[in-house]
């Protein structure tokens, strides 16, 4: 079968850094995305992966090992407005997304 | 309007009735998307088309249909509520169903079957 595995809650200080990991297992691999989440509201696109490695926009970097099935997201300086649920999404072999069920940040002052 | 829009925004339906979701994207995108999102679980596929005048069955489709008469519209009909469907629904869009196509999300229908 096709699974994501993210954990299902994170909690941070606001300033601090902090990384959501996701593992994956799907039927072929066309890239891993990261999308975010706030309360109430639609996703919103924050980054692809589709080779190994770092990819860095502002104070949000994602990493992906395709070996490993794994990547991660990694935030920096943390602000309040971080507060959120961070979606990993795989595109398998038929161009369809798998979520995972996402993971709940808490930024704590 | 700017990207995508749904409606309505949210629904108490009694179960048994029909109803549709709506949803229109006016950036020209060929390939468009439902989902349901339901706590603890990830957004799951219910129906797509990457074109207009073609559909496709997603993740979970029983009790669901949709058509793509245009570029821009994509219904969602539920013939007949069950309490199961309760959820909230996202419609979204892509300029092609391909590798590295990034999806962009309407505003979600808050749906209630009773």
């Known amino acids: 079968g096709q699974n994501i595995d993210q954990p299902t809650e994170m909690t941070a200080t606001e300033g601090a850094i902090v990384q959501i990991n996701c593992t994956y297992q799907?039927?072929?691999?066309?890239?891993l995305f990261w999308y975010q989440q706030h309360a109430g509201e639609a996703p919103t696109f924050l980054s692809y992966?589709?080779l190994d490695g770092l990819e860095e926009k502002g104070r949000f970097s994602s990493f992906l090992s395709r070996s490993k099935g794994y990547s991660y997201l990694l935030l920096k300086e943390l602000q309040m407005k971080d507060s959120a649920s961070y979606l990993c999404?795989?595109?398998?072999?038929?161009?369809?997304?798998?979520w995972g069920a996402g993971t709940k940040l808490i930024i704590k002052p | 309007i700017a990207g995508i829009t749904q409606a309505p925004t949210s629904q108490i339906l009694a179960a048994g009735r029909r109803m549709t979701l709506r949803c229109t994207q006016d950036?020209?995108?060929?390939?468009m998307y439902w989902y349901r999102q339901d706590l603890g679980l990830g957004l799951r596929l219910i129906h797509y088309?990457?074109?207009?005048?073609?559909?496709g069955k997603g993740e979970v489709p029983d009790g669901y249909s949709v058509s793509r008469a245009n570029t821009d519209d994509f219904p969602l009909t539920l013939a007949s509520a069950v309490p199961s469907q309760t959820s909230v629904y996202f419609c979204?869009?892509?300029?092609?169903?391909?590798?590295?196509?990034?999806?962009?999300f309407g505003p979600g229908t808050r749906l209630t079957v009773l």
């Open positions: 088309s990457n074109t207009a005048g073609t559909t």
């Open positions: 999404a795989v595109m398998n072999s038929n161009y369809q997304l798998i």
């Open positions: 992966n589709v």
């Open positions: 799907t039927s072929g691999f066309n890239g």
């Open positions: 979204a869009s892509s300029d092609q169903e391909g590798m590295g196509d990034t999806q962009y």
């Open positions: 950036m020209r995108h060929n390939a």
